[in-house]
């Protein structure tokens, strides 16, 4: 069974840094893709980054482009987002996700896309 467990949320203030862990257990860690999405109250999940951890390969998109980096540890089954510069528009629950391996999933899958979710973390930046 595929478990993801997210820690890392809180409260800072604009301009602060967070970082964001995501523990993978039960699959194997390089045969997956594992994303953060963040949810605004009343929308649907939106991909923030995604990470390849057979190769560390790693997309992020331009919305978050320069302050947001995903990175993982393969010796730890864990995927983390360092999160920089934050603003107070960054203030959402975030999910780690995780889906099996395909060339396209990082750069266009969507929520429907990741069959595995964690429970989410809030992330909440004061103004």
């Known amino acids: 069974e595929v478990q993801l467990v997210e820690s890392g949320g809180g409260l800072v203030e604009a301009g602060g840094s967070l970082r964001l862990s995501c523990a993978a257990a039960?699959?194997?860690?390089?045969?997956?893709?594992v994303a953060w999405f963040r949810q605004y109250p009343g929308e649907e999940p939106k991909g923030i980054s995604c990470?390849?951890?057979?190769?560390?390969?790693?997309f992020v998109p331009d919305s978050v482009k320069g302050r947001f980096t995903i990175s993982s540890d393969n010796a730890k089954n864990t995927v983390y987002l360092q999160m920089n510069s934050l603003k107070p528009e960054d203030t959402a629950v975030y999910y780690c996700a995780a889906e099996p391996y395909n060339d396209y999933i990082c750069a266009e899958g969507t929520r429907s896309d990741f069959g595995s979710w964690g429970q989410g973390t809030q992330v909440t930046v004061s103004s």
């Open positions: 990470i390849s951890p057979r190769d560390g390969s790693g």
């Open positions: 039960g699959f194997t860690f390089e045969d997956y893709v």
